[in-house]
């Protein structure tokens, strides 16, 4: 099982759709949590950090379930500036500093 | 501006030849890192510095060198023993609460 898994995608969205993507873990001990975005050929930068309780940030909701390992991220209202890859990143308990990043997974939104 | 500046953006290499990629901060960060991107995977863990004449391998570290004589730079040299070097190249830093901020990039491609 792969440390941090996410569906690739594409999702194809329209404008306006609300969309959801889930990302699992597999270190039951891993203590921070993160949403990144990367645009076509960009750098990856921080979309928003995932905290126990939940988090919000305008039109995006991050969350962290435990129990199950994972972590969401929930787009409302979808705009074509939206259209990147969306990627999880998980810092492993014991490994100071150093991040495990997802694949990433690709989000279309079209008119 | 603070941030962090990598170059060459691109980058064309002989077989054979040893390229050296350059990183540097003024965001007064102490931990830096080098990733590799390949399409469709996750950024992977080349080399990452804590402290200024300390670094530790990452996840890939064969074939690739790293220094930090000073906290603003933490240059990438890729030698010739790098069996496939051609690569998407990030540079980041981080504060100890682990947010990365990242470079633009090197591409680097072996002709």
């Known amino acids: 099982r792969k440390e941090v898994e996410q569906d690739p995608g594409p999702f194809n969205v329209p404008e306006g759709a609300t969309v959801a993507f889930n990302c699992t873990y597999s270190?039951?001990?891993?203590?921070?949590f993160f949403w990144y975005r990367q645009d076509c050929r960009k750098e990856p930068k921080l979309l928003m950090s995932v905290y126990s309780s939940g988090n919000e940030d305008g039109r995006f909701t991050a969350q962290l379930n435990r129990a199950s390992q994972y972590i969401s991220l929930l787009i409302r209202d979808s705009k074509l500036s939206d259209s990147a890859t969306y990627l999880c990143v998980v810092n492993m308990a014991g490994t100071a500093s150093k991040l495990t990043f997802g694949t990433g997974t690709r989000l279309q939104v079209t008119l | 501006d603070g941030g962090i500046t990598q170059s060459p953006k691109y980058l064309f290499r002989k077989e054979g030849q040893n390229v050296t990629l350059s990183c540097e901060q003024n965001?007064?960060?102490?931990?830096m890192y080098w990733y590799r991107q390949d399409p469709g995977q996750g950024l992977r863990l080349i080399y990452y510095?804590?402290?200024?004449?300390?670094?530790q391998k990452g996840d890939i570290a064969e074939g690739y060198s790293v220094s930090r004589e000073k906290k603003e730079s933490f240059p990438l040299t890729v030698t010739s023993a790098q069996k496939n070097p051609t690569a998407f190249y990030l540079c980041?830093?981080?504060?100890?609460?682990?947010?990365?901020?990242f470079g633009e990039g090197s591409r680097l491609t072996v002709l």
């Open positions: 270190n039951s001990a891993s203590q921070s």
């Open positions: 965001l007064n960060h102490d931990a």
């Open positions: 980041a830093s981080s504060m100890k609460t682990g947010e990365l901020f």
């Open positions: 510095s804590q402290i200024v004449n300390d670094f």
